[in-house]
């Protein structure tokens, strides 16, 4: 089996077949979209006689003298798509050496919730990391709805809210256009700025709406009033096997209406319609609101891992404190912040 860089020929052909099984951050779109940010964003592909037999996304960050090669940043996951354990062997062993050809500083991959217990260990043993960081999320069958799966108690509690919105004449609609796109980016910044949080980008959202809705990875759906007002949406990751909660505003004034809770109730049916079987919630701290609320619905605490290997002891990562690592690397994994604190 070789190992050859993805090409753009290559990356069209594997999205033209791509299996059922892949997961929607391993489609070659993203590395369109990372490329349109101003990424240096790089494909590995496994090659049997000419067959692919897996790949794997990444970039190449150099700031201040450091360089960090991610898999994959902006959407949390990355690691390899790949047909066996041999080959998912091959394409991180791959990614290590070529980090290690760029004198990297640090290799840093997210693993996907949805892996096993078996193939985290592999992922282990290929990136040999010097850091791992646990991080919590929150996963839920989609068999039966998640209503379904409630107590009646909060059962009723849920629906009464969505019965809420649907008296006040709520509407979901399944895709945002061009000029829904860019109201919801005006409410998105909105809301980031009341609660105090670092937004992504929106030529992020922009090419997540341009490149990857089309691909048929993710989806922007939206909520509207009767007079066609828009409220806000969701941002989903989606395939055949799972769809992922992954980035939503709404406008503050309509917050009595529950509006997440009617569009999310919208979606599940949409995802249950297409038989995807798993809701990934993303992560969230496990004390707080917006956990209470997931686990509302019912959702399950899981974990997913960030490997980072610290590839050169001579580094000038901790020259730099925390703050300037996040300005200098943002929407990546790169070491623990605990590795500042020694």
Same mark, same amino acid.
């Given at each position: 089996?070789?190992?050859?860089?993805?090409?753009?020929?290559?990356g069209?052909?594997?999205a #033209?077949?791509?299996?059922?099984?892949?997961?929607?951050?391993?489609?070659?779109?993203?590395?369109?979209?990372?490329?349109?940010?101003?990424?240096?964003a790089?494909?590995?592909v496994?090659?049997?006689?000419?067959?692919?037999?897996g790949?794997?996304? *990444?970039?190449?960050t150099?700031?201040?003298?450091?360089?960090?090669?991610n =898999?994959l940043? *902006?959407?949390a996951y990355?690691?390899?798509?790949a047909?066996?354990?041999?080959?998912?062997?091959l394409?991180?062993?791959?990614? #290590?050496?070529?980090a290690?050809s760029?004198?990297?500083?640090?290799?840093?991959?997210?693993?996907?919730p949805?892996?096993?217990e078996?193939?985290?260990?592999?992922?282990?043993?290929?990136i040999? @990391?010097?850091?791992?960081?646990?991080?919590?999320v929150?996963?839920? @069958?989609?068999d039966?709805?998640?209503?379904?799966?409630?107590s009646?108690?909060?059962?009723? &509690?849920?629906?009464?809210?969505i019965?809420r919105?649907?008296? &006040?004449?709520?509407?979901?609609?399944?895709?945002?256009?061009d000029?829904?796109?860019e109201?919801?980016?005006?409410?998105?910044?909105?809301?980031?700025?009341e609660?105090g949080?670092?937004p *992504?980008p929106?030529?992020?959202?922009?090419q997540?709406?341009?490149?990857?809705?089309?691909?048929?990875?993710?989806?922007?759906?939206g909520?509207?009033?009767?007079?066609?007002?828009l409220?806000?949406?969701?941002?989903?990751?989606?395939?055949?096997r799972?769809?992922t909660?992954?980035? =939503?505003?709404?406008?503050?004034?309509v #917050?009595?209406l529950?509006?997440?809770?009617f569009?999310?109730?919208?979606?599940?049916?949409?995802?249950?319609a297409?038989?995807?079987?798993?809701f990934?919630?993303?992560?969230? @701290?496990?004390?707080?609101?917006?956990?209470?609320y997931?686990?509302?619905?019912?959702?399950?605490?899981?974990?997913?891992?960030?490997?980072?290997?610290l590839?050169r002891?001579?580094?000038r990562?901790f020259e730099?404190?925390a703050?300037?690592?996040?300005?200098l690397f @943002?929407?990546?994994?790169?070491l623990?912040? =605990? &590795?500042w604190k020694?």
């Open positions: 089996m070789d190992l050859v860089e993805l090409t753009p020929a290559l069209e052909s594997i #033209r077949n791509a299996p059922p099984e892949l997961l929607p951050v391993h489609h070659p779109v993203w590395l369109d979209v990372l490329s349109s940010l101003g990424e240096d790089r494909g590995l496994a090659l049997d006689a000419g067959e692919v037999r790949w794997l996304l *990444y970039t190449v150099r700031r201040d003298d450091v360089t960090v090669v =898999s940043p *902006y959407i990355g690691g390899p798509h047909r066996d354990a041999e080959t998912t062997d394409l991180l062993l791959g990614l #290590r050496e070529i290690q760029l004198g990297a500083d640090v290799l840093s991959v997210g693993t996907s949805l892996l096993t078996e193939e985290e260990l592999a992922y282990v043993a290929a040999a @990391p010097t850091h791992i960081f646990e991080n919590g929150q996963l839920q @069958p989609l039966p709805h998640p209503l379904e799966q409630l009646k108690k909060r059962r009723d &509690a849920i629906e009464s809210e019965r919105g649907e008296r &006040a004449g709520l509407v979901a609609i399944d895709r945002l256009d000029a829904q796109l109201e919801w980016l005006d409410i998105y910044r909105a809301r980031y700025a609660i949080a670092a *992504y929106d030529e992020f959202h922009r997540l709406h341009r490149r990857t809705v089309p691909a048929g990875i993710a989806e922007l759906r909520l509207v009033d009767a007079t066609g007002r409220l806000g949406g969701i941002a989903f990751l989606v395939s055949q799972e769809a909660y992954f980035s =939503s505003a709404f406008v503050s004034d #917050r009595h529950y509006p997440t809770t569009l999310l109730n919208h979606a599940f049916h949409a995802f249950r297409r038989g995807i079987r798993t990934n919630w993303h992560s969230s @701290p496990s004390q707080g609101g917006v956990h209470a997931k686990q509302r619905w019912g959702a399950a605490d899981h974990r997913h891992f960030y490997l980072a290997a590839l002891p001579d580094t990562l730099l404190s703050d300037e690592i996040r300005m @943002p929407f990546r994994f790169v623990p912040f =605990s &590795a020694r």
